[in-house]
Nanobody, 122 residues
């Protein structure tokens, strides 16, 4: 599975961005897709996951601000980010995993994209 992220950029605090994760070469419809982020000098951490049945999971810090969705016809998962804060600044990665259990650990993901930079200015 190949994953390509896009949609990152520079935005002011309180603004919005929509990230896209386009998949190819695999069974997208049966995979779970997760978004993670990595700030400079820090570990890659979980943001949100969406399973093939549309169920979702979010880290507490983004609940109510971020929304993950998927379009199986386009093999694409989106991360809609609203009310952005400077602490949301990071490189955002999407990953593909197969399984129904918790997918909050990066090690559960078999495939990764190259990442897209999100910078939120204060």
């Amino acid at each position: 599975v190949q994953l390509v992220e896009s949609g990152g950029g520079l935005v002011q605090a309180g603004g919005s961005l929509r990230l896209s994760c386009a998949a190819s070469g695999g069974t997208f419809g049966t995979s779970a897709i997760g978004w993670f982020r990595q700030a400079p000098g820090k570990e890659r951490v979980f943001v949100a996951t969406i399973w093939s049945d549309g169920s979702t999971d979010y880290v507490d810090s983004v609940k109510g601000r971020f929304a993950i969705s998927r379009d199986n016809a386009k093999n694409t998962v989106y991360l809609h980010m609203n009310s952005l804060k400077p602490e949301d600044t990071a490189v955002y990665y999407c990953g593909a995993a197969y399984g129904s259990r918790s997918l909050r650990e990066p090690a559960r993901y078999a495939y990764w994209g190259q990442g897209t930079q999100v910078t939120v200015s204060s």
